[in-house]
C-alpha cells in the first residue's frame, strides 16, 4: 500500500507539474556596443521593471556581480570560442567554475549555462565539440555540488531542414552526428532544447507568401492549415515552434521541452527592411508577451507552457550587418524606451504609446485595479523611500489620504514618480502595475502632478482597466496549488 501511494503521488505530482506550468518572459542582456550603462544600473533597469529572468552571453564578472541578492534569475554563456578548450580539458572548465560560478553562486541566481551559441551558424561549424563541452561543465558542477544548474545549449531554427507544414518539420540530417547525443544528454539531464525564434527573418524574406499579421501574432482572417494534421494556424510563432516539436517527436523525443531563448522584432532597418518599426516591434512583443503569458501553448501542444526571452534589453551599435541588426533593444543606452512594452502582458485603454516619448501635459501614471496587495504594496514602498517622492498628500488627515486603500495611494505615489523622472515611459511602469493614462486622477481636493506644470484639480476620478486574462492567469495558478495540496493531504489521509 505504501509503495502503491508513493507512486500515486509521484505520478500526480509529475502530471500537475505539467498542468500548472506557468510561462516565463525573461530579456536577453547583450553587450555589443560601447555606450551602454553600467552592469550595477542595468540590474536597477531590470528590477524597476520586475524583469525575473535575464540571458547573457557570457559570465562576464561585473554582470555577475551586479545581479547578486536581486532575486533575478541569470542564464549565463560559455562563448563559441571557448569550446575547444572546454571540450578537451577538464580543469580548463574546472578553473572556470571555480573563478566564475562558485564566488557568485547562489547570490547570484544562476539557472541555466549555455555552451555555445547557434553552432551551427558559426563559420568554423564548432559543433562537434558541444556535447563533448557540455559534458564536463556538467562535471564541473557536480564537483562544485552545484547540482541545480542546467547545462543545454541554444540554435537557430535552421537546424531545420523543413519546417512547413509543421507536421513536416524535421532536422537537417548533416548535423544528426552531435543532435541525438545532445537530445539525450537533454533528457538525461532534465534541461530543455533551447531555441532562437524569429518570424520576423521568415518575413522579411518572403513577404509574397507571408502575411504581416500572421508574423505579428495579429489576429486577422491570415490562418493556414497544416493539410496533414488539420491544425489551424494564426501566427508564425507557433507555426515555428511546433515544427520543433515534430521534429522531436519524429526523433522518438516526445516529452523534451523547448525553451525559446531569443525572439522579437527590430524597430529599425536599412531600406530594404521597412517592415523595422518601432510601431511593429511594439505590436509584435506585446502580442508574444500575451500569448505566452496565457499559457495557451500552440496548437500541436495546447496548454503548455512556454520560457520565452526577448531579444534584446539595449540597442547594440557595434554589430555587424544590416541596419537591423543594431536595433533589436527594449531601451536606449540612456534607459529610456525605444517604445512602449509591458513586461506582463497587461492592456490598458488608457495606455499612451509612443517612441522614446516624452510626457506632455495631461497625461498621468496610475496604478492597475487588477494589481496585487504585495505588488501595490511593494510599488508605494519603494516609491516613497528610494523613488524619494513627497507622499505625504497620502497620510491620515492629508487631501489624498480618502480613500484609505492601497490602490488609490499607489496610484499618487506612482504617478509623482513618474513626473519627477521626466514622464517618460520606463518611470510608469512598476514591474507592470503602473499605466499611462489622459484621463485626470485627481478628485475633490486630491490633486495630482503633472510633468513641467502647477498642480491641476479636477473631480475625474482614474480608470485604469487591464486583461482579464491576467487575472484569470492568476486565480489558475493559485487553483493549481490549491488543488495539488488539497490531493496531496487527501492521499496521505488515504494512506493512513
Known sequence: MELFLLAWIVLFFSFSAELCYGSKIGVCYGRNADDLPTPDKVAQLIQLHSIKYVRIYDSNIQVLKAFANTDVELMIGIPNLDLLPFSQHQSNVDSWVKNNIIPYYPSTKITYITVGSEVTESPDNASALVVPAMNKVLIGLKKAGLNRIKVSSTHSLRILSRSFPPSAGAFNSKYAYFLKPMLDFLVETDSPFMVDVYPYYAYRDSQSN????????????????????????????????????FALMGLNYKTLKIMVTESGWPSKGSARETMATPDNAQTYNTNLIRHVINN?????????????????????????????????????????????????????????????????????????????????????DWACGSGNVDCAAIQPSQPCFQPDNLLSHASFALNSYFQQNG??????????????????????????????????GSNTSANATTDVSVSVKRKLDWGCKLLMTAIFFLALVWGT
Request: aromatic share 10%; charged share 15%.
Open 210 to 245: 507571408v502575411s504581416l499579421d500572421y508574423a505579428l501574432l495579429r489576429p486577422s482572417s491570415a490562418e493556414v492549415i497544416d493539410p496533414n494534421t488539420g491544425l489551424v494556424y494564426s501566427n508564425m510563432f507557433d507555426a515555428q515552434l511546433d515544427a520543433l516539436y
Open 296 to 380: 495557451t501553448g500552440t496548437p500541436a501542444k495546447p496548454g503548455v507552457g512556454i520560457d520565452l526571452y526577448l531579444f534584446s534589453l539595449f540597442n547594440e551599435n557595434r554589430k555587424p550587418g544590416l541596419e537591423s541588426e543594431r536595433n533589436w533593444g527594449l531601451f536606449f543606452p540612456d534607459q529610456t524606451s525605444v517604445y512602449s512594452l509591458d513586461f506582463t502582458g497587461r492592456a490598458n485603454v488608457d495606455v499612451i504609446t509612443g517612441v522614446n516619448s516624452s510626457n506632455l501635459n495631461g497625461t498621468w501614471c496610475v496604478a492597475s485595479s487588477n494589481a496585487t496587495e504585495l505588488e501595490l504594496q511593494s510599488a508605494l
Open 423 to 456: 514622464a517618460k515611459d520606463v518611470a510608469c511602469n512598476f514591474g507592470g502595475i503602473g499605466l499611462k493614462t489622459t484621463k485626470n486622477p485627481s478628485y475633490d481636493k486630491c490633486m495630482y502632478l503633472t510633468h513641467g506644470s502647477k498642480l491641476i
